[in-house]
């Protein structure tokens, strides 16, 4: 599953140097940061409704797509920052066994 994630990831860094006018990774890195940022919540808008849609309808492929568009952007977003999938994979690999109730408790120690 998370070999998709890291082949993306290798093709992201390397549209790092592609042609803006042929890739559209690069079109975003030439507009820079915050378009990428305004993409990641554009998508998170967009996966939102889709699924309050699905709640209502029962019709996943929508909130399927737009959480596929969210996912690439972030990515899009943590190639900008030199950061991966297996950053962000690590770190919930650390929070295994460890309830989210737990977690927030000790945060406010
Ligand atoms: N996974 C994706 C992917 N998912 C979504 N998108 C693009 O993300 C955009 C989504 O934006 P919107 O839906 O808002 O559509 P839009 O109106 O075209 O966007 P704006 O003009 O508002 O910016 C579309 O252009 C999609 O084609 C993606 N573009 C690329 N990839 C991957 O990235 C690789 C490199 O892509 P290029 O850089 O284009 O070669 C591809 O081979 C794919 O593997």
């Given amino acids: 599953m998370s070999d998709v994630l890291e082949r993306l990831a290798q093709v992201l860094e390397a549209r790092k140097e592609a042609d803006p006018e042929t890739s559209y990774v690069a079109s975003l890195h030439a507009k820079g940061?915050?378009?990428i940022l305004e993409k990641v919540g554009e998508e998170c808008t967009e996966t939102l409704l889709a699924a309050k849609?699905?709640?209502?309808?029962?019709?996943?492929r929508d909130v399927i797509?737009?959480?596929?568009?969210?996912?690439?952007h972030s990515m899009v977003m943590l190639s900008r920052l030199g950061l991966g999938p297996n950053d962000v994979i690590e770190e919930l690999g650390r929070r295994f066994d460890l309830s989210g109730l737990e977690e927030k408790a000790s945060r406010e120690q």
């Fill in 65 to 72: 797509y737009e959480t596929a568009d969210l996912w690439f």
């Fill in 53 to 60: 849609d699905a709640e209502l309808s029962g019709e996943t």
């Fill in 33 to 35: 940061l915050n378009k």
